[in-house]
Nanobody, 118 residues
Framework: QVQLVESGGGLVQPGGSLRLSCAAS????????MSWYRQAPGKERELVAT????????GYIDSVKGRFTINRDNARNTVYLQMNSLKPEDTAVYYC???????????WGQGTQVTVSS
């Protein structure tokens, strides 16, 4: 059974930090590209950060560059999102995504809420 379980969300003040984790099981994690998406109330889901299967390449949306870092541990089947200098506009539900484009397969986690507020 495929599972992506996010954790690490919560309430944080502007300027603070959070580290999200996504633990994967039920599929061959090391051959999947992993991404973090987010969806704020009333907005479409957007891609925040992505990392290739080996971890050799990453990408970010402009609004989080220099503040967020995605990395993965293939030995632990886990992907992380380190979020620093958080802003109120980062408030959203954050979703973990696994994609194997050659196989046409995508998996989603249930999401974790991140709220940035004073």
């Amino acid at each position: 059974q495929v599972q992506l379980v996010e954790s690490g969300g919560g309430l944080v003040q502007p300027g603070g930090s959070l580290r999200l984790s996504c633990a994967a099981s039920g599929f061959t994690f090391r051959i999947y590209a992993m991404s973090w998406y987010r969806q704020a109330p009333g907005k479409e889901r957007e891609l925040v950060a992505t990392i290739t299967s080996t971890g050799g390449s990453t990408g970010y949306i402009d609004s989080v560059k220099g503040r967020f870092t995605i990395n993965r541990d293939n030995a632990r089947n886990t992907v992380y999102l380190q979020m620093n200098s958080l802003k109120p506009e980062d408030t959203a539900v954050y979703y973990c995504n696994a994609e194997q484009r050659a196989l046409g397969i995508r998996y989603w986690g249930q999401g974790t809420q991140v709220t940035v507020s004073s």
